[in-house]
């Protein structure tokens, strides 16, 4: 692995557990359960993919967006999805390449985790988001792309602040759906 990437994974990995754990409590086999888990995902995503001038890093931008994929599911699930108006945590500033790499680093990445939750759901769930459809070879050209932009230490600095930026946001949705949830 190229020491840029590696430095990017250490850098992040604690947000990345923390987001993971904050996740975990969602039943994925219960559909309401699930539809929060969704709109959690949906309230990140669709702030992120408004924001993010993505193009900028990878040509295909407008083809990676997952935002339309969630609101297919959470139609299917009968949830409206629509953000609950809660505070996130700050969506990134995208004013370098390097903090659109390290947003798209989070969100890409998320992709991988999806396809393995997807297998986990039950017959009949809504699964276009988790399960979206990418080939191989794109997660690898991001990669490309970030071993490509991030060489130099201030570029690394400002996708890891991205990076750790969307990993909190991911984190707060969390907590804010599961609060919703437990009905507090």
Known sequence: MNPTRQALRAATAPAHDRVDAAFADFDLTDR?????????????????????????????????KRGALLREDLAHLRHPGESRGDDIGAIPAFGTD????????VLEGSRLGG????????????????????????????????????????????????ALATFTAFERSAEKWRKAEVGQ
């Open 115 to 162: 396809k393995f939750l997807a297998r986990r759901l039950p017959a009949g769930f809504p699964r276009a988001y988790l399960d979206a459809d990418q080939r191989a070879e794109k997660w690898q050209q991001l990669l490309t792309v970030i071993d490509r932009l991030l060489c130099e230490p201030i570029a690394l600095e400002a996708a890891i602040a991205a």
């Open 32 to 64: 309401e359960s699930y539809a929060r888990f969704l709109a959690a995902h949906a309230d990140v995503v669709w702030a992120l993919e408004a924001a993010l001038p993505g193009g900028r890093v990878v040509d295909d931008w407008e083809e990676r």
């Open 98 to 105: 390097h903090a659109v790499a390290g947003a798209l680093y």
